[in-house]
């Protein structure tokens, strides 16, 4: 082996580890999946693998006579075989053939086994490269700059789906590896959450710039490539064009519809207009509807995805902790009435989540004061663990540490998809995804009478309705004092609401409790209440007297 060049010295090599996991090289002709694919194993120390040269082993025969003999299609099976059969092995560097990633089985092994990197070259490049060369079937059938340019006009939006694009021009091997290298020492996959559910399972990825690379998470779940964006005006000045680059490097055929930001873009109103807009589009079943934004666009964009041709698939793009951590995972969608927060609405799963904790970085503190109080609904009702680690680490989180909100992310989607899983659609007789209501009926009464005009946020008002319930659980014998102190002092501590003091408005009881009257898990005229018997012991219960609901609430700083 020879010596590192400077550029790719020994020290470089100890900080940057081989990969564990084959990677492989996919790209056109010419692109210089050999060239670089050789002197990237020299550097890692790790075999270098020529698919294609597999091939003509396995086949005793050299490829050119495979396509003459037997055609492509028994070519290409042949290829997935050996890919198959390669990646699954020790990791190594694989260079695959033009067409090889191509094939939609191909693409899924490689996606669970190993790391793809596409070398991207512009046809020009190309063409110069392969200029002479012998054994390239598909270039003898015809103009080679015309063929040449046709396949990249098919192959490139599929390449764009490989874990890593670099671009390839005139740049020495050596710097094209350094890249490459750099490249993978950087790349990681994001996490995982699977939703398990009785007749549907997706995925939750949570990771940094997920909205770049969006058209490559998604393609390989659409039924037709092309998508209907539903995003609101300030989401789309920040990550909409990034999010169209995407699906364009991917071919994916795309829409927008934006609406107003805020709650009172989930109306009845904004809901006619947006589908009558999205069915002008002519639509079909296999369109998907992608929901770019916060709480409010993805409840509404779900339910117009969930009753446009009685139901279409759609994605969840979530740029809001808020919405990362709860809104966005379990199929809940809807938009509010005059009578109350989210009445009209359906059970309807995504296909994909996607939450990308860089786009939390544009999020003002109380954005993620909102989120958060999702956070630590989570732990107050059956995961104590996660209750303390809010204690240690809810600081960080709240002043947008990546590492912080990462974790927060992942563990409030563990917990919710093991809830959603156990009572998908809220059927439980007790306890069950109903739990996920803590705080919520105090919480969406207090939004309801203030009009979600914008002076409290969703999140905001839980935090309130968790103090309250908490409070009303110890007034009602269930939890120690000494756990709601707890509560109220984590929350105080990092300057979140916990009662009526937080207005200047003033409440009445009564008005409040109608709205509760009105909350949709009324049943028999009796309201549901999640109750706790302490930190981490949620349960529901219809047999709280109104009237100490109501000495709480006066007890809290509500007018009679």
Same mark, same amino acid.
């Given at each position: 082996?020879?010596?590192?060049?400077?550029?790719?010295?020994?020290?470089?090599?100890?900080?940057?580890?081989?990969?564990?996991?084959?990677?492989?090289?996919?790209?056109?002709?010419?692109?210089?999946?050999?060239?670089?694919?050789?002197?990237?194993?020299?550097?890692?120390?790790?075999?270098?693998?020529?698919?294609?040269?597999?091939?003509?082993?396995?086949?005793?025969?050299?490829?050119?006579?495979?396509?003459?003999?037997?055609?492509?299609?028994?070519?290409?099976?042949?290829?997935?075989?050996?890919?198959?059969?390669?990646?699954?092995?020790?990791?190594?560097?694989?260079?695959?053939?033009?067409?090889?990633?191509?094939?939609?089985?191909?693409?899924?092994?490689?996606?669970?086994?190993?790391?793809?990197?596409?070398?991207?070259?512009?046809?020009?490049?190309?063409?110069?490269?392969?200029?002479?060369?012998?054994?390239?079937?598909?270039?003898?059938?015809?103009?080679?700059?015309?063929?040449?340019?046709?396949?990249?006009?098919?192959?490139?939006?599929?390449?764009?789906?490989?874990?890593?694009?670099?671009?390839?021009?005139?740049?020495?091997?050596?710097?094209?590896?350094?890249?490459?290298?750099?490249?993978?020492?950087?790349?990681?996959?994001?996490?995982?959450?699977?939703?398990?559910?009785?007749?549907?399972?997706?995925?939750?990825?949570?990771?940094?710039?997920?909205?770049?690379?969006?058209?490559?998470?998604?393609?390989?779940?659409?039924?037709?490539?092309?998508?209907? !964006?539903?995003?609101? +005006?300030?989401? %789309?000045?920040?990550? $909409? /064009? @990034?999010?169209?680059?995407?699906?364009?490097?991917?071919? *994916?055929?795309?829409?927008?519809?934006?609406?107003?930001?805020?709650?009172?873009?989930?109306?009845?109103?904004?809901?006619?207009?947006?589908?009558?807009?999205?069915?002008?589009?002519?639509?079909?079943?296999?369109?998907?509807?992608?929901?770019?934004?916060?709480?409010?666009?993805?409840?509404?964009?779900?339910?117009?995805?969930?009753?446009?041709?009685?139901?279409?698939?759609?994605?969840?793009?979530?740029?809001?902790?808020?919405?990362?951590?709860?809104?966005?995972?379990?199929?809940?969608?809807?938009?509010?009435?005059?009578?109350?927060?989210?009445?009209?609405?359906?059970?309807?799963?995504?296909? !994909?989540?996607?939450? +990308?904790?860089? %786009?939390?970085?544009? $999020? /003002? @503190?109380?954005?993620?004061?909102?989120?958060?109080?999702? *956070?630590?609904?989570?732990?107050?009702?059956?995961?104590?663990?996660?209750?303390?680690?809010?204690?240690?680490?809810?600081?960080?989180?709240?002043?947008?540490?990546?590492?912080?909100?990462?974790?927060?992310?992942?563990?409030?989607?563990?917990?919710?998809?093991?809830?959603?899983?156990?009572?998908?659609?809220?059927?439980?007789?007790?306890?069950?995804?109903?739990?996920?209501?803590?705080?919520?009926?105090?919480?969406?009464?207090?939004?309801?009478?203030?009009?979600?005009?914008?002076?409290?946020?969703?999140?905001?008002?839980?935090?309130?309705?968790?103090?309250?319930?908490?409070?009303?659980?110890?007034?009602?014998?269930?939890?120690?004092?000494?756990?709601?102190?707890?509560?109220?002092?984590?929350?105080?501590?990092?300057?979140?609401?916990?009662?009526?003091?937080?207005?200047?408005?003033?409440?009445?009881?009564?008005?409040?409790?109608?709205?509760?009257?009105?909350?949709?898990?009324?049943?028999?005229?009796?309201?549901?209440?999640?109750?706790?018997?302490?930190?981490?012991?949620?349960?529901?219960?219809?047999?709280?007297?109104?009237?100490?609901?109501?000495?709480?609430?006066?007890?809290?700083?509500?007018?009679?």
């Amino acid at each position: 082996m020879s010596p590192l060049p400077p550029s790719l010295s020994a020290d470089w090599a100890v900080t940057h580890p081989a990969p564990t996991s084959t990677v492989v090289l996919v790209g056109m002709m010419g692109a210089g999946k050999t060239t670089v694919g050789r002197r990237l194993a020299q550097v890692y120390g790790l075999p270098f693998i020529d698919a294609d040269a597999e091939i003509e082993r396995a086949a005793g025969c050299t490829i050119p006579e495979i396509f003459a003999r037997h055609g492509e299609a028994y070519f290409r099976a042949g290829e997935r075989r050996v890919i198959q059969r390669l990646i699954k092995g020790p990791p190594c560097i694989l260079a695959t053939g033009g067409g090889a990633w191509m094939d939609a089985q191909t693409r899924q092994l490689v996606r669970k086994h190993a790391v793809s990197v596409w070398l991207r070259a512009p046809v020009h490049v190309l063409l110069r490269r392969v200029h002479g060369r012998g054994g390239r079937p598909l270039l003898a059938q015809g103009s080679p700059e015309d063929i040449m340019t046709r396949l990249v006009g098919v192959r490139y939006p599929v390449y764009a789906e490989a874990d890593i694009i670099i671009d390839c021009g005139d740049e020495t091997v050596e710097q094209g590896v350094q890249r490459v290298c750099e490249s993978l020492s950087e790349h990681t996959h994001p996490q995982k959450v699977h939703v398990a559910l009785a007749h549907h399972s997706y995925d939750v990825l949570i990771g940094s710039d997920l909205i770049s690379r969006a058209g490559a998470r998604i393609t390989p779940l659409l039924r037709q490539k092309r998508v209907v !964006i539903i995003t609101d +005006d300030t989401v %789309a000045a920040l990550h $909409l /064009p @990034r999010l169209l680059a995407s699906f364009a490097e991917t071919g *994916i055929e795309t829409e927008v519809i934006s609406v107003i930001g805020g709650e009172e873009s989930k109306s009845l109103s904004c809901y006619g207009e947006g589908m009558t807009r999205l069915l002008s589009l002519g639509i079909e079943r296999g369109t998907t509807i992608v929901a770019l934004g916060g709480g409010v666009i993805g409840d509404l964009a779900g339910f117009v995805a969930a009753t446009a041709l009685r139901g279409i698939p759609f994605v969840q793009i979530p740029t809001t902790l808020l919405a990362q951590v709860d809104s966005s995972v379990g199929g809940k969608t809807g938009i509010n009435s005059p009578s109350g927060k989210n009445l009209i609405g359906a059970f309807h799963q995504p296909i !994909i989540v996607l939450a +990308d904790n860089s %786009a939390l970085a544009t $999020l /003002p @503190r109380r954005q993620r004061v909102a989120g958060y109080a999702e *956070i630590v609904k989570s732990g107050l009702i059956a995961d104590s663990d996660l209750f303390a680690w809010c204690e240690d680490n809810g600081s960080d989180v709240l002043s947008g540490d990546p590492a912080a909100l990462a974790e927060a992310v992942r563990r409030a989607c563990v917990f919710k998809a093991a809830v959603v899983a156990a009572d998908e659609k809220e059927q439980a007789q007790q306890n069950g995804r109903a739990l996920l209501n803590l705080g919520h009926t105090f919480g969406h009464a207090i939004e309801a009478e203030l009009g979600y005009d914008g002076r409290i946020l969703h999140g905001e008002a839980v935090s309130i309705g968790l103090h309250l319930a908490m409070a009303l659980s110890v007034k009602l014998g269930h939890a120690p004092e000494e756990d709601l102190a707890r509560l109220d002092s984590h929350l105080r501590s990092l300057e979140m609401p916990t009662s009526f003091d937080w207005f200047k408005e003033s409440f009445s009881a009564q008005t409040l409790l109608d709205h509760m009257t009105r909350d949709k898990k009324m049943q028999n005229g009796r309201i549901s209440f999640v109750l706790l018997h302490g930190i981490g012991k949620a349960f529901t219960s219809r047999d709280v007297p109104m009237e100490s609901v109501r000495n709480l609430l006066i007890n809290e700083g509500c007018q009679p």
